[in-house]
């Protein structure tokens, strides 16, 4: 299988939300709890000493999800293709039918989400799937005007960037092993 993994240059990222507002944009999510595409801020140190960092966080379609191990309606599932983790929207059982919707807390990456309404079923970033079959770039990683963001195959990203697996506010799991290259920001204070 060529598992198909995300590329992140901290050192470019200036957190402009560009790559997260292309994904609801695309995706037609007018609700403000879908955020497909998270950006989140680091910040250390003591003003005028100060380090700043962003990181993206889409879903890291991991090569053992731990959202999968745990819906009990086998909802969750890994393409053979090319390892993206898909939900069946038919299979899940939504917010409400789900008892305790265990795919959000089984996600450090809080990459499972639902709409606000009652039955709303359990999504997240596919990688743009629709996009990629169509031979196009997934819209975050074309949106980002930093180009910061790559999604590729493991081997190929790996090759390009190194095998770094953290940077700021990422911690790689050996469980869970999520398919993401970094080059991490040097922690460097102003
Ligand atoms: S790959 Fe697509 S679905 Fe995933 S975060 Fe990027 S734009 Fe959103
Ligand atoms: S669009 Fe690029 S620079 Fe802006 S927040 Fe996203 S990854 Fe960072």
Known sequence: MTQLGFYFNQTRCIGCHTCAVACKDWHDHQE???NWMQINTIEKGVFPHLFL????????????????????ADA?????????????????LGREG??????????RSKSPQFGPAPDAKMQKCDFCLDRL?????????????????????MENLQQKYGEQKEAEGFRYSKKIR???????????FS
Do not use: N, W
């Open 133 to 153: 079959e169509e031979g196009k770039q997934p819209i975050c990683v074309e949106a980002c005007p930093m180009f910061a963001l790559e999604i590729y195959s």
């Open 178 to 188: 999520q398919a993401a290259v970094f080059t991490p920001k040097p922690e460097v």
């Open 98 to 107: 789900c008892e305790k919707t265990p795919c959000l807390t089984a996600c």
């Open 32 to 34: 403000a709890t879908l």
């Open 76 to 92: 969750i599932s890994k393409r053979a293709a090319d390892g993206i983790v898909i939900v069946d929207p038919d299979k899940c």
């Open 53 to 72: 960092a962003f990181i993206a966080v889409p879903c890291y379609h991991c090569e053992d999800p731990s959202c999968m191990a745990v819906c009990p």
